[in-house]
Structure formats: C-alpha cells, structure tokens
C-alpha cells in the first residue's frame, strides 16, 4: 500500500526518485524499507505480538528431590487469559489492516503493482529529456508522439500534462 501510495503521488507533484545512493535531485531509500509513520506502528505490534506469544505458551520446568535422587520434569505451559489477549489484539490489527485496505483513494497514474512491463513504459521519457533519473519527475503526458494516434505518458523531468479520457496512450 506504502509503494503504490508513492508510485501515484508521481503524477500529482514532481519527486526524486528513491534509490540507495542518490545523487542531485534523486531520493535516498527508507531506513526501514518504509516510511516511519507505517514502519515504527508496525514494529510495535510485531513486538506486542511476540510478547504475548511468549506470555500464551512457556517452558515449564520441574526439579524434584527424593531421598538424595534427583529427577526432572519439563513440558509446556500455557496461559488462557494471555491467549484472549493475544486473540483480541490479533482481531483488532485485522480490523486496523482491513479497514486502510479499503479506504478509497484516488488514482492518477496506472496502478503497476511489480508489473516491469509497466514500470518499463513509465520510465521512458522523450528522447530529448536526457538525465531525467537525476532531476525530479512526474508522471504525465509527455508531448512526445512516436505512434501516430497515441500519446506518450512517461515519468519526466520536463513539463507533462494530465492524460484526457478517452484518448489512447502508450
């Protein structure tokens, strides 16, 4: 949800792109792969979730003495309050999750998921824009008709306009 959040605001403002050592205008990557405010949330739970887990279910050990002989004994335990606990916070992450995957959001650019076909076609800008990786782009019609017919959308650093419906792209 994070990347395709991003991957849409390209065509509503111009961005550097993110990459591990940036260079002008480009972007350095997340710490955490994510931005903070879904990456520190995240950690918290993941880490509340492995406490209770560790409160739910536990080692149990037994050492017992009898006359000068020792022996011991070790199984599982398991706590039933822990368990609704863990159950309860469990349901509410899914409610949490479920309810931000359903927000509506309005989409400006093509959806592209991990599809490099698609991420390919965005990243060809016009001949003419040349080192438009080190600048800040945007997504949007580029001017640039290779096909007669159809119009070219295309991350770029120079002026792009909004695509009009009913018009065919490539």
């Not at 480009?26 to 792969?33: A, I, K, N, V």
């Not at 405010?37 to 993941?46: E, K, M, N, Q, V």
Request: aromatic share 10%.
């Amino acid at each position: 949800m994070s990347g395709a959040e991003e991957w849409n605001n390209l065509a509503t403002s111009r961005k550097g792109l993110r990459v591990t050592q940036p260079y002008e205008d480009q972007r350095s990557t997340y710490f955490l792969q994510l931005p903070y405010r879904w990456s520190l949330p995240l950690l918290a739970i993941s880490g509340t979730l492995h406490w209770l887990m560790s409160q739910t279910f536990f080692l149990v050990r037994i050492d017992t003495w009898e006359h000068d002989k020792q022996s011991s004994t070790a199984a599982c335990g398991f706590s039933a309050l822990s368990l609704v606990v863990l159950l309860l916070v469990l349901f509410v992450l899914l409610g949490i999750i479920g309810a931000v995957g359903l927000r509506m959001r309005e989409t400006k650019m093509p959806v592209v998921l991990s599809c490099s076909l698609a991420i390919s076609a965005a990243c060809h800008p016009p001949l003419d824009d040349v080192d438009a990786h080190l600048a800040e782009v945007q997504w949007g019609v580029t001017g640039n008709e290779v096909v007669k017919g159809f119009g070219h959308c295309a991350l770029s650093s120079r002026h792009v306009t909004e695509p009009e419906e009913g018009k065919k792209y490539y």
